[in-house]
């Protein structure tokens, strides 16, 4: 009998670490689709919130952090910070990833007639979110 209860915990923990796997492995697989990053990106994205190091955890984001992207399919985008006012507005392109980095999204807009440009480290991408380091923080922003 507890041979037989050993089986199917080894079982269980087995199935479970081979469907993480299979997700952290379709995240790689979008990560390395440059046109597959641009179809999951294209929508409304929401600030959530910022990783922690020092607490190792995810904190929400505070209500006066309403900062918003909109990606369109002819590769513009637009910026919103409710807070500041701040607005942009431009072009991106996805810059592919390569055997050791991540994608990154390459923002170009126009503010009192200089030329801005960002780049936005993107560390996951899925259906609900996008984590990208933007600053010195790895930001979360959900699809709206």
């Given at each position: 009998?507890?041979?037989?209860?050993?089986?199917?915990?080894?079982?269980?923990?087995?199935?479970?670490?081979?469907?993480?796997n299979?997700?952290?492995?379709?995240?790689?697989?979008?990560?390395?689709?440059?046109?597959?990053?641009?179809?999951e990106?294209?929508?409304?994205?929401?600030f959530?919130?910022?990783?922690?190091?020092e607490?190792?955890?995810?904190?929400?984001?505070?209500?006066?952090?309403?900062?918003?992207?909109?990606?369109?399919?002819?590769?513009?985008?637009?910026?919103?910070?409710?807070?500041?006012?701040?607005i942009?507005?431009?072009?991106?392109?996805?810059?592919?990833?390569?055997?050791k980095?991540?994608?990154?999204?390459?923002?170009?807009?126009?503010?009192?007639?200089?030329?801005l440009?960002k780049?936005?480290?993107i560390?996951?991408?899925?259906?609900?979110?996008?984590?990208?380091?933007?600053?010195?923080?790895?930001?979360?922003?959900?699809?709206?």
């Amino acid at each position: 009998m507890k041979k037989l209860l050993l089986f199917f915990i080894t079982m269980s923990i087995l199935i479970m670490q081979s469907c993480v796997n299979n997700s952290d492995q379709e995240n790689e697989n979008i990560l390395h689709d440059g046109s597959r990053i641009q179809k999951e990106l294209i929508g409304t994205w929401k600030f959530w919130g910022r990783f922690s190091i020092e607490r190792n955890n995810w904190i929400p984001a505070d209500p006066d952090q309403k900062f918003i992207y909109i990606f369109n399919s002819n590769r513009t985008f637009s910026y919103f910070d409710e807070a500041s006012g701040t607005i942009l507005s431009g072009d991106f392109d996805i810059i592919h990833a390569t055997g050791k980095t991540n994608p990154y999204l390459l923002l170009r807009s126009k503010s009192n007639g200089e030329i801005l440009s960002k780049k936005i480290l993107i560390i996951s991408l899925d259906n609900e979110f996008i984590s990208i380091f933007e600053h010195t923080n790895e930001d979360r922003y959900q699809r709206q």
